[in-house]
């Protein structure tokens, strides 16, 4: 699943070479047996990290977005409810450069995709998101987010 607005459908390509060694690379390894941490791809542009983690009711969580990097955030195990939205007009609440991530106080209407097991949705810059929450109750769950460098 992509999850763009129509004014960008050109002006990124999801199918240069960064995202297909991306894809290629969530395609060909086992995510399930991969230990938690960071896995180079194309060096500083193209990088896994590998996530285990207890999901959070929505409540407790906070959208964020990226400036340099888009995610495709991959999950392994478990179910997740995750928010989808532009981040235009949002208010931020932290914003950490040094960490590529800008945090959001949540809009009062907001999309969501759940995410099963072999699912995977890629955001870009303009995209805010709202990972790891829970569907209904907190669980378990393993995400591989691969980093790719706009």
């Known amino acids: 699943m992509f999850f763009t607005n129509i004014k960008l459908a050109e002006k990124y390509n999801y199918l240069n070479e960064k995202f297909l060694a991306a894809y290629d690379w969530l395609r060909n390894n086992d995510l399930k047996a991969l230990e938690p941490g960071k896995y180079e791809i194309m060096g500083d542009d193209v990088f896994a990290n590998v ?33 989808v939205c532009n981040r235009e007009g949002l208010i931020v609440s932290e914003s950490r450069p040094e960490n590529d991530i800008v945090l959001y106080e ?10 099963y097991p072999g699912d995977f949705i890629v955001v870009a810059p303009e995209d805010a998101h709202m990972p790891g929450c829970a569907l209904t109750v907190t669980a378990a769950a393993k995400k591989v987010v691969v980093k790719v460098r706009v």
């Not at 969580?61 to 409810?81: N, R, W």
């Not at 949540?106 to 995410?115: A, M």
């Open 51 to 83: 996530h285990e983690y207890n999901t959070l009711p929505v409540e407790e969580k906070k959208f964020e977005a990226h400036d340099k990097f888009f995610d495709i955030q991959c999950l392994v195990e478990g179910v997740e409810f995750f928010g």
């Open 106 to 115: 949540k809009p009062e209407v907001y999309g969501h995709v759940i995410l």
